[in-house]
């Protein structure tokens, strides 16, 4: 790297810019199952360094496949898998051993060892890499404490709930402190509650980490609390991609409206066509705009009035945005006026079609 790269990464870095380096690259991965299971087709996919990546689909679209095709569990039928500089589909079976070390998997049943104890549990992965039993323990000791479970480290899987569970298997998924973690369907068995807590604790751990999350759901609030970016899969291919904000907010796939209306605050707008006298216009905020008086102070000087027929003020991972359906009453030359001043602030403003 030259001194001016450097320097624009030093900037991009005091402006709060995330560097991007590609850790997880997918190339045209296909997996057939027998001679015509066809679970994933020619999929390629690159996740970034320290992002939190969602995949959603629905039953059989093929997500479990892709995703344990990222540490080789299931070995495409083609199609390469590389992991930071290291093309895990070349390597012999010793060798990805190895390298699996730096990709923790959570699982939606845990996967916990019943006879064996919690702090058992998070110590298997060390054992198997040969880490002297001192060094476990305090591995462990700083694992529990990590996941909020210091007070249960003597106990058996079948005294803990779901949620704790969950805990170990994450705990055992950073004991050899990977790079990536896979979350295979985490908290699809979890309430809503336990579930909204185990996303606050994978968020953390990306924050605090930096480690990358690779996870598949099929609920769209998983996606909207911790995900950066989503892709939506069906029939084994991705059908839309792109930054969590832009595909919930403008879905283009009717599969991803489909998710999107799952999230009991959005609404199909269009039904409200030909209900109304007045011009219905549908208006986006993103950012710390959606908190100011902008549609008061755009009309305040006019005739026009105004009201609000739908309306979504909310968060998205730590974004707010706001999602309005408006009925403006007034001459039409005013209302366009009031249109490209909120524009002009930076709303998305477009007549509900
Ligand atoms: N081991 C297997 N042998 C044969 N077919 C399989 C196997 N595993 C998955 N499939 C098939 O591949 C397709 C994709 O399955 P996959 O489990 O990847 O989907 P999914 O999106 O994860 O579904 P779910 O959410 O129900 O787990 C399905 O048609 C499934 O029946």
């Avoid at 450097?6 to 991009?12: E, F, H, K, R, S």
């Avoid at 994978?202 to 099929?218: C, E, S, V, Y």
């Avoid at 998205?316 to 005013?334: C, H, R, S």
Wanted: with cysteine.
């Amino acid at each position: 790297m030259n001194l001016l790269h450097q320097g624009i990464l030093a900037v991009m870095a005091y402006d709060g810019w995330q560097e991007v380096i590609p850790l997880i690259e997918l190339l045209d991965i296909s997996k057939t199952y027998g001679s015509s299971v066809e679970a994933v087709k020619n999929i390629s996919l690159t996740i970034q360094k320290g992002e939190i990546f969602g995949i959603i689909g629905h039953s059989g679209a093929g997500k479990s496949t892709l995703l344990r095709c990222v540490n080789l569990l299931e070995r495409p039928t083609s199609g390469s898998v590389k992991v930071g500089d290291v093309e895990l589909t070349r390597l012999s079976t010793n060798q990805l051993q190895k390298e699996r070390r730096r990709i923790g998997m959570i699982f939606q049943h845990f996967n916990l060892l019943s006879m064996a104890t919690v702090r058992d549990n998070i110590s298997f992965p060390l054992e198997l890499a040969k880490m002297p039993r001192a060094a476990i323990k305090q591995r462990v000791d700083e694992l529990l404490k990590l996941v909020g479970l210091d007070q249960h480290a003597d106990k058996y899987p079948a005294q803990l709930s779901g949620g704790q569970k969950q805990r170990v298997g994450i705990a055992r998924a950073l004991a050899n402190n990977p790079d990536v973690l896979l979350c295979d369907e985490a908290t699809s068995a979890l309430d809503p509650q336990t579930t909204n807590a185990i996303l606050s604790l994978l968020m953390d751990i990306n924050q605090k980490l930096g480690i990358t999350i690779l996870l598949i759901t099929h609920e769209m609030h998983v996606i909207r609390s911790i995900c950066d970016r989503v892709a939506v899969i069906d029939g084994g291919e991705i059908v839309e991609m792109g930054d969590v904000l832009d595909v919930f907010l403008k879905p283009q796939h009717s599969i991803t409206m489909d998710f999107v209306s799952q999230i009991a605050d959005s609404f199909d707008p269009r039904e409200l066509i030909g209900t109304r006298d007045g011009r219905l216009v549908k208006i986006n905020y993103v950012g710390e705009i959606t908190y100011e008086p902008l549609l008061f102070n755009a009309v305040k000087s006019t005739a026009v009035q105004f009201t609000i027929l739908q309306g979504t003020v909310s968060r998205m991972k730590n974004t707010p945005y706001g999602q309005l359906v408006i009925e403006f009453i007034g001459a039409d030359a005013e209302i366009n006026t009031v249109l490209n001043e909120l524009r002009a602030k930076g709303l998305e403003v477009g007549d509900l079609k």
